[in-house]
Structure formats: C-alpha cells, structure tokens
C-alpha cells in the first residue's frame, strides 16, 4: 500500500504537466504571432527610416544646393542655419553666419525696414516680401541688392528666409534710369532747340508776310508806273505812226518830184543825193514799221495752236521771194516737227532769220539758206543756218539788241530791229534764241520752243 501511494502521486502529477503543456501551447502560438509581427514592425521602422534618410538627404540637399539663399533665424535675427548659396550670396563660408546678426548685413538705410519686415512676419502667417540692400563679407565687394521672401514656421518660433539675388536687375535699372535722364535731358535740349527754331520760322514767317506786303505794295506801284509807261509807247507808237510817216512821205514825194522834173538840170552828184534821200526815207519807214511791230508784240497775247513749221517755212520763203529777197538764194527746208503757239509771230521769226539769212548770204557764190530741227525730250529746237560772211562770236551776245548792227547800212540794208523781235517773240512763247558762227564760214540761228 505504501508503495502504491507514491506512484499514484507521481501519476497525478504528470497529468497536471500535461495539461498545464497543454495550455502552453496556445501562449506559445500567440508568441510566435508577436514575434513575427514584431519582426515585420521592425523591418517597416528600418524601410521608415531609411526613407526618412533618403528623404532627408535630398531635402539637404535641395537646402543646400538651391540657387536661392535659404537663411532660418529667430525673431531676433539671429541666423540659426543657412545654404550654400546664401552663404556664397554674401561671399563667406556657413560657419562664420550662424550665431551672425542678420540685421548687421542689412544696408544701414534698409535696416529700419528689415526690421519692420523680420516683426510682420512674426505676427502673420502670410508670406512677406522685401527689397533691401546687403553688405557682402569680403572688403572691396559690390554692394548687394535682394528681394526676400520669409514665412513664420508653424510654431512661430523662427523665420524661413529667402534671399533672391537682384543685383544685375538692379543696375540694369539704374542703368536704365541714367539712359533715361539722359533722354530726358536729350528731349529737352531737342524741345528748347525746336522752340527756338519754330520761334525763329515764325519771325522769318512774319518777316516774310511783310515782305510779301511790301512787295505787293511795290508790284502794285510797278505795274501801274507799267502801265503808264505801256499807254506812253501806245500813245508814241500813234505819234511815230501819223507823225513821222506824214513827213517822211512828203520828204519821199518831193525828191521824187525834184528828181523826176528838175533831175536833167542836177549834175550826179544832185541826183546822187536826191536817190540816197529817196533810199533814207524808205528805210526810215521800214524802221518805223519794225518799231510799231515791236511796241504791238509786247502788247499782244498769244494765239496758241499746233503749227505746220515745214508749210510755215515754206510760206514765209515765198513770201520773201515775192518781195525781192534771197531770189538767187537755195532754200532747204528739211521737214519740220509741229509746234505749238502763236502762228503770226512765228511766222515774223521765220521771216526775220529767213530774211537776214538770205541778205547776208547774198555775196557767196552759191547761196545756201537750211532750215531744219534738233529734236530734244521737252523742247524743239529749229534752226536757220547760212553759208554768208558769219561773225564773231563774241558778238552773239548782242546782237538780238534793238539797233544793235555788226555792219553799216550802206554794206547791209536793215534796220536792226529784226532780231530783237525774234527774240521777243520766243521769249514770250518760253524759250530762248542764240546764235553761233564764225566769219566767212556762215551763221546759224536757233531758236527753242517748249513742248508744252
């Protein structure tokens, strides 16, 4: 009995270890689920933070390599971290900034307001912006101008400071400003200059007006002194044309009587002078004719109409001819562009130049007289040249003068006037007449009308 007691102790006991193993189990599984999320808890803290670090070096590194300066300081302005590019903004190393015054880079006529700018921040939670000057580090440096950007932290303990570099802008605008000035000092020197240039127009303007005045004034006395003087030569050219033609025909018709009844008892030298008498007081008519026809173009106005000049030319030597003139003379009329303006006084030029032509031509042994034309863009230029005794050219200039004669009326018959109304007819169409020539070689006279 003894013994069996003792076994059956021991029986009871590994019954409460089974069973007390057996609750261990559970415990155990329940462990092991821990453990395993403790072990994937641990490997998401490790992945956490490894990309916190990763994180956190590209974010200093962002900090650090940012092409904007980066400054953290406290409301006293102390800074308390900055970036690389604020430290080379200022042109020293990190180390030498933190702890720095901020307040103490500022421009001493910026500070005030940086001041008042550090002190907003504080109180807002809005973004502040401020344009200051700055101070670099290294001695003998360019002043430094910066826009700052700064935002409280969320706890509003310090101030995120942003410190763009506007220095190039600014001297750009300064540069800009003097260019400016000086434009502006340009435009008022430009302005004063064409103030007194417009002053001085305006004078000369009002002198001008005056003048025009004074000249109206003067125009209007000439033209009646003119015109008094035009009614003078009328009334002249009336006395010239009753006056001197009555005597002169009385003259003509006595030698001619004298002559004809008293000639036989004249020795020749009376009947020389009687017949020079006779040749006078024609000529002296012929004179008077010319003069009235050259008062009466004066006074005349022009007739224009397109001119057949190869049948005018013709005309006018049939004329000539019918009058006894140039009838052992060649004429050649070569055929003749028309021209414009007043038949009948064209008409007493062709004649004229016709006329001298022939007279002057008359001793060479075979006479020549051309008409012909040079044809130019806005003018037509005719032209009558003769193979007779020419002149000297230093005489072309003068002989369309009333009376003026390179040659005695005993060698030459004329009167001088002919070629003063040439010229006083082309004149008077617009053009202009000149002579060339040269003695024993012939003349040529030409004469310019305008195309329109």
Not at 44 to 56: N, S, T, V
Not at 243 to 248: E, G, K, M, Y
Request: glycine residues 8%; proline residues 2%; negative net charge.
């Amino acid at each position: 009995m003894q013994q069996k007691e003792p076994q059956e102790k021991m029986t009871v006991t590994g019954r409460k270890t089974v069973h007390q193993l057996r609750d261990l189990i559970p415990l155990v599984s329940t462990l092991e689920l821990h453990q395993i999320e403790l072990e994937q808890q641990n490997q998401e803290l490790r992945q956490a933070r490894q990309d916190m670090e990763q994180l956190l070096k590209q974010y200093t590194e962002l900090y650090d390599l940012a092409p904007v300066g980066y400054f953290t300081l406290d409301f006293s302005g102390t800074v308390l971290a900055v970036n690389l590019a604020g430290a080379t903004l200022l042109g020293t190393e990190r180390a030498a900034l933190i702890g720095r015054s901020f307040p103490g880079l500022v421009n001493h006529l910026d500070r005030h307001a940086f001041e008042a700018f550090l002190l907003k921040t504080r109180d807002t939670t809005e973004k502040q912006e401020l344009e200051i000057g700055l101070q670099r580090m290294a001695e003998g440096d360019l002043p430094l101008f910066v826009k700052l950007e700064a935002l409280a932290d969320s706890a509003g303990h310090t101030c995120l400071l942003a410190a763009i570099d506007m220095t190039k802008r600014k001297l750009a605008e300064e540069e800009l400003d003097r260019y400016r000035e000086q434009l502006e000092w340009l435009v008022r020197e430009r302005t004063y200059s064409l103030e007194a240039e417009i002053a001085e127009r305006t004078r000369a303007e009002l002198e001008i007006k005056e003048l025009n005045s004074t000249l109206e004034r003067r125009v209007e006395v000439r033209t009646a002194e003119l015109q008094a003087t035009i009614r003078d030569l009328q009334t002249f050219s009336y006395s010239v044309s009753h006056d001197l033609r009555s005597p002169l025909r009385s003259i003509n018709s006595f030698a001619s009587m004298l002559l004809e009844d008293y000639g036989a008892r004249l020795d020749e030298e009376g009947q020389r002078l009687l017949g020079s008498i006779l040749r006078r007081t024609v000529s002296m008519g012929a004179l008077i004719d010319d003069l009235l026809n050259f008062t009466k173009n004066s006074r005349l106005q022009l007739s224009l109409q397109v001119i057949d000049m190869t049948a005018l030319a013709r005309e006018s030597v049939d004329k000539l001819q019918g009058n006894g003139i140039g009838g052992q003379t060649e004429f050649k009329i070569a055929v003749l562009p028309t021209a414009r303006g007043d038949r009948a006084m064209i008409a007493q030029v062709l004649e004229n130049l016709l006329g001298n032509a022939a007279k002057f031509s008359g001793n060479a042994g075979h006479p020549v007289v051309e008409v012909g034309c040079q044809v130019q863009e806005q003018a037509l230029v005719y032209f009558v040249r003769d193979n007779g005794i020419g002149f000297e050219m230093k005489y072309a200039d003068t002989i369309f003068g009333v009376f003026q004669r390179l040659h005695t009326s005993e060698d030459f018959e004329g009167t001088g006037v002919g070629l003063a109304i040439v010229e006083q007819v082309i004149t008077k169409h617009g053009g202009k007449v000149w002579a060339e020539g040269r003695p024993g070689e012939g003349a040529t006279f030409f004469f310019l009308l305008p195309r329109s």
